[in-house]
């Protein structure tokens, strides 16, 4: 029996074992579905393993890279979204144990909802962020991975929506910057475009990936992977987010500085031209 919301159930919650609400033991990917087909499906799929490698899961022999596209199409075809749509596997140990588990053994989750668009569209609208400081990303490699522990991502959201703000920006334990709370962040000052690496602490982020490779075909403008101290966001001329479901979004106002997004806009349709491409 348990106590729910102050009643006695004879029959366990689901959740009661579950590993990944227990104790954030759990990874995940979220995906992008247009025409039926997953974008940077190998991206994922390689980032997810090595997720999994990193916190120790056990990968079943059938997980193939084939096998985890053929399972999160099949959910989206059933609802009928594969016109454009979002997927999110997430994978966590089997039941069992306390903080030491029975089993390295994992089971899996996907769940999807549908999108409006099908390629990626600018959002222009006003986009202001400001520092989140009530606690700092640490610089190890299970912040690069996506796992099911994102205390500092919720509190941050909660902290942006009290004060206004569409994003924050976090920080690292030595105070420079790290990402946002929803994507990658990239700087652009003159001609030079600079993103953390990912050894300050930062998602090692699909779309990150794309851009970087995207950027450095752009005649004139040097790609860089640097860190940035909070005093140099003042200083730039762009300010820009990346994840896979938004693909690029501006930021319009850090602080009292506002900023362009042309290199925004140009990344934006040299994405979609290489996706339609594949």
Do not use: W
Not at 223 to 232: G, H, L, T
Not at 238 to 264: C, D
């Amino acid at each position: 029996m348990i106590n729910f919301n102050g009643n006695i159930a004879h029959e366990e919650n689901i959740l009661t074992q579950n590993r990944a609400f227990l104790y954030g033991d759990g990874v995940f990917e979220t995906v992008k579905i247009i025409n039926n087909k997953i974008l940077f499906v190998e991206d994922h799929y390689f980032r997810l393993m090595a997720s999994m490698r990193v916190v120790r899961m056990e990968i079943p022999m059938n997980f193939t890279m084939e096998y985890f596209e053929e399972q999160i199409l099949k959910l989206v075809q059933e609802k009928n979204i594969s016109a454009s749509a979002r997927a999110r596997i997430t994978v966590f140990r089997n039941d069992g144990g306390l903080y030491l588990p029975k089993t390295n053994e994992v089971s899996y989750l996907i769940h999807a909802t549908p999108l409006e668009n099908t390629l990626y569209a600018l959002n222009t609208a006003v986009y202001e962020v400001d520092l989140y400081k009530d606690f700092y990303v640490t610089k190890q490699l299970l912040s690069s991975i996506k796992t099911t522990n994102k205390m500092i991502n919720v509190t941050g959201s909660i902290f942006a929506h009290e004060n206004g703000l569409a994003n924050c920006i976090l920080l690292n334990d030595t105070k420079n910057v790290v990402e946002a709370l929803q994507g990658n962040l990239f700087m652009l000052s003159g001609k030079k475009l600079i993103t953390p690496p990912v050894s300050e602490g930062c998602l090692n982020g699909i779309m990150r990936k794309q851009i970087l490779a995207l950027a450095k075909k752009v005649e004139g403008i040097e790609v860089a992977e640097e860190i940035i101290s909070p005093f140099d966001l003042q200083k730039a001329d762009e300010l820009f987010l990346t994840n896979v479901i938004t693909g690029i979004q501006p930021i319009t106002k850090y602080r009292k500085k506002e900023f362009t997004s042309n290199l925004a806009h140009l990344l934006v349709q040299k994405l979609n031209e290489s996706i339609s491409e594949n």
